[in-house]
């Protein structure tokens, strides 16, 4: 659920609900969703990309030192024969 749904959900009800006594349950009905939306363990798509993109690049960095390692063992292992 995010919030698109929930205005989405609003914009569908809200006016059945507008000029009936049902308006504050609306208002309440729409503070508990959000309340358990909060509560739940989500990420929105654009932070998923973010630490999508952050890992494949610390990924990349740490392909290219096990590179650079491997290369200084081998010239310190022709070093000292």
Do not use: H, Y
């Amino acid at each position: 659920m995010n919030k698109t749904l929930l205005d989405n959900l609003q914009a569908t009800i809200g006016p059945l609900i507008e000029n009936s006594p049902l308006k504050d349950v609306e208002q309440n009905i729409r503070a508990m969703l959000t309340q358990a939306v909060a509560k739940l363990d989500i990420v929105t798509t654009e932070d998923f990309e973010v630490q999508k993109l952050a890992f494949t690049q610390m990924r990349d960095a740490l392909a290219a030192l096990e590179k650079r390692v491997a290369a200084l063992e081998t010239k310190a292992n022709e070093q000292s024969e």
